[in-house]
């Protein structure tokens, strides 16, 4: 059970979150601990599991060996494998009850399993001698290798079979069954932008706004910028509006949370019109208002908002468009 403090005001804390990350060698060790490193986790690979409690007595906030400082309540993940010195699975298992047992933290095992044939196909592609091999085939190694890791693997919370994945399979596979400890952080980016001044190099989605009416040819909205709501009113108007706004929010919210799934860190949604000043403007207003009702957090950029001479280039170029 964990300890809760009565005192008024305060907060209960939550155990500390730790994840022990093995399994055969070959088998996504590596790729397991970048993807929870994605996710918000903090990663260590090749730890001596002998140090670990030594590790796990720093208080949170307190600053580590490198420097830095645990932050309180960041989940923590460990990698080791036959390779660690001391490498002892009984002795191994023995430690995670022992730490189990605490009230503070919560030990998670988590053992990636692959076949015989499959590990043997990944050595012969990298053409990687196998540690335990020696002198003998890659496969008297990995049979040597699972018999010793044998305890671990029956004694593991969670085994994830890697056999037929893909890298991007394991990546999945890990955020699904880690995810919801510590979410995958997306940054959200919308921008306006002027195509008078060139497409933004790194959007993921551009949306041409070249299409609706332009409010430059209006000369009292000329001066305007799409932030303004006579400009807003005048583009609202236009019969294309509507419809146009409705599909573009509904794509973006049906593509976002699976960019979010896909472990994509970044995205960036680019609105475009001829100078960027007016159209392009309240279009990434409005979509980020609505996304921002809708849960989501981005960060509104206008490229071109503040350039001189945009307005003359809404004129200039509008009769191409």
């Known amino acids: 059970m ?3 403090d009565n005192t008024p005001g305060a907060p209960a804390e939550s155990p500390q979150r730790i994840l022990l990350v093995t399994g ?13 490193e994605d996710l918000g986790w903090e ?19 307190q600053a580590r060996a490198d420097g830095g400082s645990a932050e309180a309540n960041t989940p923590l993940a460990i990698g080791f494998d036959t390779r660690t010195r001391g490498f002892d699975p009984q ?3 023995e430690r995670v009850k022992s730490l189990s047992a605490q009230p503070n933290l919560s030990v998670t095992t988590l053992f ?26 890659a496969a008297s190694g990995i049979a040597a290798e699972r018999d010793l890791l044998a305890p671990l693997r029956r004694w593991a919370d969670v085994v994830i079979s890697t056999s037929d ?10 955020r699904q069954q880690f995810g919801a400890i510590s979410p995958s952080r997306t940054t959200l980016t919308i921008s306006s932008f002027g195509f008078s001044k060139g497409t933004p190099p790194l959007a993921d989605l551009v949306f041409d706004m070249r299409f609706l009416n332009n409010p430059h040819w209006d000369e009292t909205l000329r001066p305007m910028t799409g932030k303004d709501q006579p400009v807003g009113d ?10 146009a706004f409705e599909r573009i929010l509904g794509l973006l919210q049906l593509l976002l949370p699976r960019f979010a799934a896909q472990g994509k860190a970044y995205v960036h949604i ?22 921002r009702d809708a849960g989501f957090s981005p960060t509104l950029l206008h490229r071109n908002l503040a350039a001189r001479g945009a307005n003359l280039l809404e004129g200039a170029q509008a009769v191409q468009v």
């Not at 044939?117 to 540690?131: C, D, S, V």
């Not at 609105?271 to 996304?291: D, K, N, P, W, Y």
Request: hydrophobic share 35%; glycine share 8%.
């Open 165 to 174: 994945f893909t890298t991007n399979d394991l990546q999945q596979a890990i």
């Open 91 to 93: 002795g191994i298992i």
């Open 24 to 36: 055969l060698l070959g088998a996504g060790k590596t790729t397991a601990l970048r993807t929870l």
């Open 43 to 61: 990663a260590i690979d090749n730890f001596p599991i002998r140090l670990l409690d030594r590790l796990l007595e720093t208080e949170p906030g």
């Open 234 to 243: 005048y583009i609202r108007n236009d019969p294309a509006f509507d419809e």
């Open 2 to 4: 964990v300890a809760i």
């Open 270 to 291: 680019a609105f475009g019109c001829t100078g960027g000043r007016h159209r392009s403007v309240f279009m990434a207003e409005q979509i980020a208002r609505h996304l």
């Open 112 to 137: 990636l399993d692959c076949s015989g044939a499959e590990l043997e196909r990944r050595y012969n592609e990298t053409r990687r001698r196998h540690p335990m091999s020696e002198d003998k085939p």
